[in-house]
């Protein structure tokens, strides 16, 4: 079993992360194999997968992460079965209805961020630009962010994560490497995700030029194989990868696994 700061996989964008004695639980999608996600629009895509824990099977939490609300992200059993105690932070369009359901929503635009404490730990997220589609796709799509975690103790940064979201690449994550120097872990949204005949996450060489504008030290593929939207197989990426000597240190989990969030010394 990993131990210290962890992401443990559950499906698609959902894990569960543990930084310092904080716990956050991404993108919450536990929906089943052959049921249904809706997109908006009257679109929809069809699960491929099982999630490896059911709601009442996480543990306490101390906020949930949403980088923006499609059915896929944030689905009709997370709306359900949730605990609503925890903040659920994610854009100011998501929150909106998060707060009708009942949750503790809080709205971040770009570059704003929120803090929990605890024991004298800090867990700051900040959220960071997205683009889910370009043009006029863009527009019928929700607002997408990306967020930057860190983990503060005595007012150090002792571990920063990037959680792209459901992003394509480009200048956007250049800002992001900009104020944020020194990521330690990326936790990448891929699948070359098709819609309306367009490519709306990033697929294979989209996510190599993600990594190599953001430069991470451990990347972590996600959101790549757990629905029939998906195009671009996280081989293809892996291969690119190789191609390209990326010098990050590449970690994929399958469904139910742990793995580090720790950059290997040496």
């Given amino acids: 079993m990993t131990t210290g700061d962890r992401l443990h996989f559950i499906g698609n964008a959902t894990t569960v992360v543990t930084l310092g004695s904080f716990t956050l639980l991404t993108d919450p999608n536990f929906l089943h194999r052959g049921q249904r996600a809706y997109l908006g629009w009257g679109l929809w895509t069809r699960r491929l997968t099982d999630p490896a824990l059911e709601p009442e099977q996480l543990p306490p939490l101390d906020a949930v992460l949403l980088s923006h609300l499609h059915g896929d992200h944030f689905d009709r059993v997370a709306k359900a079965r949730l605990d ?147 195009r671009s197989p996280v081989s293809d990426f892996e291969a690119r990868a190789r191609e390209r000597g990326l010098q990050a240190t590449l970690r994929r989990p399958a469904h139910g696994d742990v793995v580090s969030l720790v950059p290997t010394t040496g």
């Fill in 84 to 230: 609503r105690s925890p903040p659920v932070l994610s854009t100011p369009e998501a929150v909106r209805r998060l707060d009708s359901w009942g949750f503790d929503g809080q709205a971040l635009r770009t570059w704003q961020e929120h803090t929990l404490t605890k024991d004298g730990e800090e867990l700051r997220v900040t959220a960071v630009p997205g683009i889910h589609a370009r043009g006029l796709l863009g527009k019928m799509l929700p607002p997408v962010m990306g967020s930057i975690v860190e983990h503060v103790v005595g007012g150090e940064v002792r571990r920063r994560v990037y959680f792209s979201g459901d992003t394509l690449t480009g200048s956007h994550v250049d800002e992001v490497r900009e104020r944020f120097p020194g990521i330690d872990a990326a936790v990448v949204h891929l699948g070359g995700t098709r819609v309306l005949f367009r490519t709306v996450t990033m697929d294979a060489p989209m996510g190599v030029d993600f990594v190599e504008r953001c430069r991470p030290a451990v990347v972590i593929p996600v959101h790549h194989d757990d629905y029939t939207v998906f």
